[in-house]
Each structure stands twice: as C-alpha cells, then as structure tokens.
C-alpha cells in the first residue's frame, strides 16, 4: 500500500491522506470466478429483473474476457480519511467490470444473410437489445472473439489483456502497434472499452437505482419527476392497462392517446377502431401454413395520404394533411412513450428512445450517432435548441443550388408557422451548469456569445429532455403537430411498425411509377411479423436521413444520390472542472450540477465563419448523463477513468460542431460511412482551441480534451506560458483514426433536394423524381449540411413539402 501521488497537474480528486492498493491489478492474480451473487442463475442489474444471456463461450473463453474486461475496469483499493462519503467510493472503486456483470453478457449471433456478422456483438451484451452497428464481411463474431482470446498465448485470461495493457505502453501507443497487425482489433477493442464504462452506469437494479450514482454526485432520475410506475412504459408494456375516464386516459397515455391505434389489437378490433376513425379497412383470409407477405397481407387500409415516420418532417406534414381535412395514417418504427409513463434513466430511455439503443456508430467507429426512434423522432429527445435556417445557408441554396423556394414568400412564412407552433422564444429565467460556464467564458474573454431560440419555455429548466419530456414543456411533434392530427379527428397514428416498401405502378398513358402506398410489419404480439398494406393517394417518406434511402432503395428506386452525400455535423468536445468545495471561488454555485438545468441556453460563433463561406463550428453545450459522459471520457487506465468520473456532477462540457464539407453514404440504417473533410477538422480544431480558453477564463480548475492520451493540466497552478503551450499543444491534435471521439446528433442530406435528377433524389416540391405521388420531408433532403441545429429547418421544409402534397390531393378525384 502506499500514498497515491499526483501523476499529472489537477488529477487529484481525494483528500490528501487517501490511499490506493493496487492501482494496476497483475493479470495472473484476477479470480476470473464471479461472486454467486452475479452466477448465471441470478439476475444482473442491468436487466432489471430479467434473466441474464446464455452464451456460448467456452470456460476458458469466459476466463479470457473476464481478465480482459478487469484489466480495463479493474477492482481498485483505496482508503480515505475525512472523505465526505468514503462508503460510496470504496465501493465504487472496488466494483471491477466481472463484479457489474460485463463478462456475464456476450450474446452470439448468426451471419446476416449469410455473409456478415455484427462484430463484437457476440462478445458483449450491455444493454438490453442493443445493436451493434457495423458489419465485417465473412467474419464470425465467434471465431474471431475465440481466435484473439484464445489462442494467442496458451493461458487464458493472459493474452489479450497483456497486449493492450502489460506491454509498458501508453494506451494510443499500443492501439497504433496493434492496427499495424490486427486492424479489426481496434476498433473491437474501441466499442468494448466504450460498453464496460457504460455498463457500469446503464444498468439498475429493481429500485432504478445504480450503486455508483452516488460516488460520482448523480440523483439518477429527474428527483421532482414521480414515475407512476417502476421502468419505462411504452405502447408494449400499457398495451392492455384500462384508464377509468378520458383524464386518467390522458394522465396515462399523453395528449396523443385518442389517436394512437395497436397494430397488434385483433384485426376485427383494428378495423373497427381504424373505421370509427374514417379509414376504410379490408380484412383477407388466408390459409393458415400461408405466411402474410406484401403480396397477401393480412390487412388492407385505405386512407388519403401515408406518412413514414412521426419526427420534426413527418410529424408536421401529417398535422398539416390532417387539418386540412384530409385522411392520414402514420407509420412509426419506434414506441409511443408518454411522458406520464417514462423513467427518465439514461439507459432503459436510450433503449427505448434511440435507433441502436443509442450506441450507433460509423462503420469504421470514427463517428458516434444519436438519432431518435420513437413517437416524434429527434424532436422528443433533442436539446430544444429552435435555430431558424441562417442567411448565408439560404443564399447558399438558392444561389449555388438554384432552389428559389428557400427564398420565396412560402419559406419565410414556414419559418413563421414552424416556430409560433412550437412557442419558440429565447428567453432565461435560471441558467444550468454548462451553459453558464460558456457564457461566463465568453464575456470574460470577449466572444460574441447568444441565447440560443428554444421549443420550450423561459422556466424549463430540465437537463432529461434527452431522455424525453416529462412535462410536456418542450413543444415536440407529438405536442404540437402530432396533437393537431388527432384533434382534427382525420389522423392516427401505429406504433411499432417498420415500412417494409413503398409500393407504386406504371398507370396507362405515364412514362413514370406512381406512389400507391406503403406495405409494413409489425410484431403481432404473439412473437410473429404480420404485414399489412396501405393504399394511398399519396405517401409521404420521412424516416430520418439515415433510414429513408434504405427505404427508398427497398421500394426498387434507382437514382444514384440515394444515400450518398450523408452529412453529419461532426462534433467535439472539451471539459473543464469546477470543484465544488474550492474556497477561491463562489461560483458556479456549489449545488450547481453538470446535468441540470435547460441543455442548451447559449452559444457561440466566434469561429463560425457566418459572415464568410458560413463553413465553421458553432460552439454549445451538450446533454451528458453517466453513461455518454463514460463513453467520450479517455481511458488511460482503470483507476484515472473512475477517477474522473467522480468528478462528472462538477464537470462542464463544451462542443464545437462543424458545418461539415465532408459527406457520407448510407449503406443500410445501421451501415454508414463516413470521411471527415481535412477543413472540418481544422474547423473543429480551432473550436476546441477557444473552447479550452472559455473553460479557463469562467474559473475551470483543470481542464482537458477527450483525446485518448487523456491530458490535463490545472489552471490554477500553472504559469500563462505552460497554459499556452497546453491549449495550442491539444487543440492541435488529430482528431481521425479514434484517437478523440467524434460524434453527431444531426444527420442530413442523403435524398437530397435540387433542380437536377443527376445530382439529387427530390425536387423543390420534395417529390421524388422517379415516382410520381412519392414525397419525402425529413433532413435527408438538406442539399448541404445546415450548420446549425436542423429541428425549424426541416420543420419549415416539411410544411413546404406539405403544401404541395395538398395540391396533388385537391386535384385527385375522389375514391382511392
């Protein structure tokens, strides 16, 4: 045992007297036996009650990855004297990766299609039905796992962790040794480090508690929201809850739940419900040893006009069809989760509220997505921000592009419609941590600094909007444009149904297709897929830019654009840390935390370049509870990662995201590729530069990048030259090849809109050029990247988009 020093300037974070055994674990002394308290016959926190995975790893396998797991989140002893809260740290501390349950999780899968496999996804399951989003060509997770654990050395439980860790070599420095030899390995390597930290504060126990919470200062869920209910509730789980009167119903269910219909009722009761609603439904008998299929589904409805998706596009051209009188049907992909019904934890919301359970990533892992799948798309668990589409991004389009609509009369009104539909308005009444610290940096060292337009009130003040609205405040489309549907009595709208093709035909005297619906599948409630048709006289494709070129693609589409020119306002990230208990400084406030308060309030466009080419990064803030705030954190070794995270209720995060030059393609809505433009880069450099300065000038004690050689340094005890030389010196760094995390809650741009069928998938009407009656509303018809927050934007496209589509509808003649 001996006194912990201090390895690096402002890595302290204990009282002076504690003292860790054991900062590194020796591999050949880790007892690879879990506790019986985490056997494969008991339940595992993460699971909530439910049973944990059977693998098929062998024992030696198992030992393998328990060592290799332990080595990056070893069990760690360490002694205090005078701390606040010295239990909760041991135990956080002592809890190694094996203890939460990591090596009990590896879930193996089969080759998709037969000719590729999600990697790594048979290595580790840690949350609950997530996806891993990349594919390797002809590799078996299995083999692989088995190949590398295995038989590298003959003991197990000595291989792979001694690779990484034992070899005396930094972190970045054994990545680069182990790329030139095994590439593959990297990146499995990468998304295990980043599942074990999140693990460890996902996962909760029958009480929605997690043990780690409190070492680290966070309350879990939002303390002045009362779930009626244990977990999160979906469409699924209040399937069959009966309400007593139409307020308990709304308490329950939310504003939408007169207009949401499950798919999965019985088709006699479907069709009835669907009837009273003015949607003509026809039910086909079918022999029983024959499965539905697009070509004999089961169920047929008919309705004006079908809507794929319900987030800022789809949402409002449903409201728009709707109220104007019009029969509309929406499709949605992701669950219905009212806001009296949800748990606001970080990892059952993400689950449920995320496409890949919030863990998406590029194939190569360069770029770490966050897109929204449920009821009301990214507009349910965005950050609020409500920025109306910049000057030089409209010149730009309709300049460059040639698209006059974004300059026209119908626009600008949009823009108006959009954001009084919402009660966007800018005002503060109390600012939160994050936001507070980037102003204060701001005005300290001259930057122009602004509020930032939002769907929600002056009062809101909520960090767990990302985990959904508990209030209702944040004017969503399931608030707003979704509510206006209902209430027109002329919409509704299916949760849990994925579109499987959009169906169309050559009519007599039409040298193009025409859109004449949708088929789609849903989980019958009986472990199977049904599929149902919808006939339209219109259908409108709005499933975000990363599912909509699939679809459109499935639906036998063959322009070249569709899923090309993918852009994904890359972004990232620096942090600086405030102490709590510092006696220099009465600000922020010591009850002040990281997750608290409205998520974005501020902004920054010192290096914007809005009066230039508009191709910069604005600088904001972002949503981080536990588990994101483990996955950007550099890991230098298992000590300094929990370390770190002590820190996290006091640590204010800063990002610059960048107007991307650089593009992508989408492959499938989990395959996606993408190249970081070498101006970008430069861009999101010089953004971490006045970031590290803004976290400085607002008091930050110490302050750092997520570049994974980890670097700190502590303002406070340094001279202006060494501060200097660290700012220049960490801005400076690359930020390709994994070395800092990338990531992007903006997707845009792979359908995109122009004047030419040869360099675009729509039209300025957003009609589709190969079939007629085919229209899409989502941000995949951006022709650029936008630059800033996308939610007025597509909404204001969309209410365009919508106005044509009524056109079409008025001169159709009745009937279907």
Sequence with gaps: MHRMEHRRAGSFIFPADAKLEHSLIELNDIEADVPESMNSTKTLLLTGGRPIYVNSLSSREMDSLAALCDTLLPSIHVSFSGAIDHHSLLTFFSTSASMAGTPQHPKTTTSKEGSASFVF???????????????????????????????????????????????SLPYQDALQGLQLVFPLFVCVFAYMLACEKILLFFQV?????????????????????????????????????????????????????????????????????????????????????????ISSPSLTIRCDAVVVGSGSGGGVAAGVLAKAGYKVLVLEKGNYCARSNLSLLEGPAMDEMYQGGGLLATDDLGVVILAGSTVGGGSTVNWSASIRT?????????????????????????????????????????????????????????????????????????GWCCLGCKDGRKKGTLETWLVDLVNSGNGVILPGCEALKVLHERKKGSNRDTATGVA????????????????????????????????????????????????LHPVAMAWGYFPDSSPSTEWPEEEKKSYEGSIMTAMSTVVANFEGSGYGAVIQTPALHPGMFSVVTPWVSGFDIKERMCRFSRTAHIFALARDRGSGKVISPSSLSYQMDVADEENLKKGLEKI???????????????????????????????????????SARGLRNLSTPI????????????????????????????VDGLFVADTSVFPTALGVNPMVTVQAIAYCTAQSILEVLRRKKDGY
């Design 121 to 167: 996804m048979a290595l580790v399951d840690v949350v609950r039905d997530l996806h891993i989003v990349w594919e390797i060509e002809l590799v078996d997770p299995v083999s692989l796992l088995s190949e590398i654990l295995s038989n590298i050395s003959e003991e197990p439980g000595t291989d792979t962790a001694i690779m990484v860790i034992q070899l």
């Design 205 to 293: 126990d029958e009480k929605n508690e997690n043990p780690s919470w409190k070492a680290i200062g966070y309350c879990g869920p939002d303390p002045e929201f009362k779930t009626q209910t244990h977990g999160a509730k979906t469409s699924d789980q209040c399937r069959y809850r009966r309400a007593e009167d139409e307020e308990e119903e709304e308490e329950l269910y939310g504003p939408l739940h007169r207009g949401l219909v499950d798919p999965a009722h019985p088709r006699e009761i479907l069709a009835e419900t669907l009837g009273r609603s003015g949607f003509h439904v026809s039910i086909h008998s079918r022999r029983k040893c024959k499965a539905p299929s």
């Design 390 to 462: 910049p000057r030089h991004v409209i010149k730009e389009w309709c300049n460059t592009y040639e698209l006059e609509v974004f300059d026209s009369k119908l626009y600008k009104e949009a823009l108006d419609v959009v954001c009084e539909r919402m009660g966007v308005q800018s005002d503060i009444h109390e600012e939160g941590f994050n936001n507070a610290v980037l102003r204060r940096g701001c005005h300290e060292l001259g930057y122009q600094v602004c509020n930032i337009p939002r769907n929600s009130s002056p009062d809101h003040y909520c």
């Design 520 to 567: 789609f599948e849903f989980n019958n409630g009986g472990g199977e897929k049904d599929v149902y048709v919808v006939e339209s006289k219109v259908t409108v494709v709005a499933c975000g830019a990363l599912s909509t070129p699939t679809l459109l693609q499935k639906s036998g589409l063959k322009n070249a654009n569709i899923g090309k020119h993918l852009h």
């Design 692 to 730: 590290l300065r803004i976290l400085a000038a607002a008091g930050a004690e110490v302050i750092g990048t997520h570049h994974c050689k980890g670097n700190t340094i502590n303002v406070k005890r340094v001279s202006s030259h060494k501060f200097e030389r660290f700012v220049k010196e960490e």
């Design 743 to 770: 990531c992007s809650a903006h997707q845009m741009g792979s359908c995109r809109m122009g004047v030419d069928p040869k360099r675009s998938v729509v039209n300025q009407r957003g009609e589709t050029w190969e």
